[in-house]
């Protein structure tokens, strides 16, 4: 029997290039996110906001609609024969393509409600902190920290990959190495 992927062990030099990987780009994208929340709270707020609500409210729709529309074809079937035949397919189209999109809508839905934890819940607190101006090392420590807890919950979530100490030494290594490298690239590029 063949082992799964998600129970690969990993030697400690892959363990090392998965961290480092992990948190340059979680720190990457957190960085810029976060910087520009801190540059445009409000309207980067609102709008995830608005995003999620919008987002919820279609895949409740759809939902419902589903229930409905299973309902309908019960009593179609047991009540009425010609009620299936009676009714108009235009608005089936519809329906039919908000059900295929049905679970992207609430992917999105998600993804918005973690960027506004990720990204606005700590530039809100880098604005109470520094309201007038705002620092990059306040921008860069919110970022390492919550790239360091991604990477840790990432480390706890598949404990199994790392069978050996020098695995679990070498991933976390290579998450302050990844972290730091990207520090120093993002002060080059930025001064």
């Known amino acids: 029997m063949e082992p799964s992927k998600s129970s ?11 961290g480092i990987i992990m948190s340059m780009s979680l720190t990457l994208f957190l960085y810029f996110g976060i910087r520009l929340s801190c540059t445009y709270l409000i309207q980067v707020a609102v ?4 995003l999620i609500i919008i987002s919820s409210l279609i895949f409740w729709i759809n939902l419902k609609h589903d229930y409905m529309s299973d309902l309908m ?22 329906t039919d ?28 607190f880098i604005t109470l902190i520094s309201p007038h101006e705002i620092s990059d090392k306040y921008v860069f420590l919110s970022a390492f920290l919550i790239s360091s807890g991604l990477c840790t919950s990432y480390f706890f979530s ?3 990959q ?30």
């Open 73 to 94: 074809n019960t009593i179609s079937s047991t009540v009425a024969f010609d009620y299936r035949f009676s009714r108009s397919d235009s608005p089936a189209a519809i």
């Open 47 to 50: 709008s995830l906001i608005a």
């Open 162 to 191: 790392f069978p050996i100490g020098a695995s679990i030494f070498s991933f976390y290594a290579g998450i302050f190495t990844g972290s730091s490298g990207m520090y120093i690239i993002l002060i080059l590029s930025f001064s």
């Open 97 to 124: 393509l908000l059900k295929r999109i049905n679970p992207f809508i609430g992917a999105l839905g998600t993804f918005s409600g973690l960027l506004l934890l990720l990204w606005t819940l700590p530039a809100l």
């Open 8 to 18: 690969q062990k990993l030697s400690p030099l892959t363990s090392l290039l998965t």
């Open 158 to 160: 598949n404990r199994d």
